[in-house]
């Protein structure tokens, strides 16, 4: 969480520089236009790789004999090396005849730099796709600081390429640099398997293991791409507002997605190892334990961000973004757009512990059929609010599409496990939202005191940064009076982590969370 907490610092100082030199510009669309068909791959390959191999690589994983899954592993690697640079090398050719059709609202011009970002990015593809393989071997052996550090890597080489060379190459500045940080990813990661000596040159199209990851994947790939496929209705349907509105409709997503990245995401890269190992050793009733504290531990931290996100909605952008090409009208346009951004991440946050449990315990067909009939629903109720709410409809309809999701996996999982202890879910959310509502009456009364800060960047900062700190005072505060479990267990675990001065804990098949 810590690595994934620097990570997400980063992302943000990139989102900032990203701001400063680009503001809510054309340039900045087309960019993001070019980005959906490496983010998509991306998606679809990195994420259903690691949802496939980390259950069979846990499997084979023997810290005594590792012939075996060195064998598996480098066939898997191989694989993919060969299969996406073939993929790639297409994307590059066939660039204008699928671009058009995600910036179909953008004028010729802006169609053409969007084709050519388009090729400057496709070589990411493998890179990427070559990471996800390297962290699921990694995770697979409960070794997840290469892995958590990747973010880091890629945001620091984003960020230097963009402000370097951003006077001579301009929005290509930005494009080069995505390109070159999305490399870096896998690279961070490579050391770690290539000192270990875990890498062979060989590609065993007979390993068992294999048989089973390809059964794996194939439903696995589907319910990516199509989880997946609403970026691409997203940059649809916004490439036809008005210019900016698809910069800030991405402003806000990355401003949701930094709470979502630190706790949600973190908390689920480490619980899934957990649940895939206590499957396989049918026990159920540690699997039972563990996705239950997973859902509290991530409603501890994203309900009370929701608040945060919606009732300082304006002093976060003007804080974070606004400054040189960013103006005043952009941070109004951004702050608009954040309450609808945040509607949906709790029911984010919940699936991505819920997915992980239905993978780990070998279940792709509901688990892609549920994926499949959120992306319908969020289309559908983005055809319908387009017309009336425009990027607000779009992000709204992200939000309920995935709290649809998240309870269909929860009946999911109910049945996968043999039933859920729902009791303790429902007290300690009752009890967070109460906190919640606490810290939300805090920063109203913040509010009604209408605080006038100077336009200066620092002043905007310290200000944000009080109310931050009142906030984080009433809500620990609250939870301290009503008792609420998740927030001692986090300390404890925190403590617990630093006392050892261990690279992680050590693996308990019968512990809730590691």
Not at 141 to 148: D, E, I, W
Request: include cysteine; charge should be positive.
């Amino acid at each position: 969480m810590g690595a994934t907490l620097a990570s997400s610092v980063l992302g943000f100082g990139r989102e900032i520089v990203n701001a400063r030199f680009f503001g809510t510009t054309p340039q900045l669309d087309a960019f993001l236009a070019a980005a959906v068909i490496p983010t998509i791959l991306f998606g679809v390959f990195n994420g259903a790789l690691v949802n496939a191999l980390v259950p069979v690589f846990s499997e084979y994983w023997n810290p005594d004999d590792q012939t075996e899954f060195r064998r598996l592993t480098s066939t898997v690697f191989n694989i993919v090396l060969i299969g996406l640079s073939v993929s790639a090398f297409l994307g590059w050719v066939l660039a204008p005849l699928y671009v058009p059709l995600i910036a179909h609202g953008f004028p010729q011009a802006q169609m053409e730099t969007t084709v050519r970002m388009t090729r400057w990015l496709m070589p990411s593809v493998l890179a990427t796709s070559l990471a996800g393989v390297v962290a699921a071997l990694l995770n697979a052996q409960n070794r997840f600081s290469a892995t958590a550090i990747q973010g880091i890597a890629a945001n620091v080489v984003t960020i230097g390429v963009v402000v370097w060379l951003n006077p001579r190459l301009g929005i290509f500045a930005l494009v080069l640099g995505t390109a070159l940080g999305l490399a870096a990813q896998l690279l961070v990661q490579l050391p770690s398997v290539l000192l270990r000596g875990t890498y062979r040159p060989v590609i065993d199209l007979g390993h068992p293991g294999l048989t089973r990851i390809m059964l794996m994947l194939g439903p696995i790939v589907v319910g990516s791409a199509a989880g997946q496929t609403a970026i691409f209705f997203d940059r649809f349907f916004a490439s036809t507002l008005s210019p900016g509105y698809l910069s800030g409709m991405n402003y806000a997503t990355r401003l949701v997605g930094f709470p979502q990245q630190i706790f949600a995401a973190a908390i689920a890269t480490v619980i899934f190892p957990l649940f895939a190992s206590q499957f396989a050793s049918a026990n159920l009733a540690g699997v039972r334990r563990s996705v239950v504290m997973g859902l509290r531990m991530v409603n501890l931290f994203t309900i009370p961000s929701v608040v945060v996100l919606i009732m300082l909605a304006r002093p976060i952008v003007a804080a974070l973004f606004q400054g040189g090409a960013f103006k005043s009208t952009a941070t109004d346009l951004c702050a608009g757009l954040l309450p609808f951004a945040a509607s949906g991440l709790v029911g984010t946050a919940a699936s991505i512990v819920l997915t992980r449990c239905s993978f780990a315990c070998k279940e792709t067909r509901w688990t892609v059929g549920i994926s499949i009939f959120a992306v319908v629903l969020n289309v559908a109720l983005s055809v319908y609010w387009l017309p009336t709410l425009g990027a607000r409809g779009l992000l709204l309809a992200n939000g309920i599409s995935q709290w649809v999701q998240a309870a269909a996996f929860f009946v999911l999982v109910w049945k996968l496990v043999g039933g859920l202890d729902w009791k303790p879910i429902a007290v300690s959310t009752f009890k967070i939202v109460l906190c919640a509502l606490a810290t939300a009456l805090a920063l109203d009364w913040v509010a009604s005191l209408h605080v006038h800060t100077d336009p200066s960047l620092a002043s905007r900062a310290w200000y944000l940064t009080g109310q931050l700190f009142i906030a984080a005072m009433a809500f620990i505060g609250t939870a301290q009076l009503l008792g609420v479990e998740e927030l001692r267990i986090a300390v404890q675990l925190i403590v617990a982590k630093f006392a050892s001065r261990t690279p992680m804990a050590p693996v308990d098949a019968q512990a809730p969370i590691a």
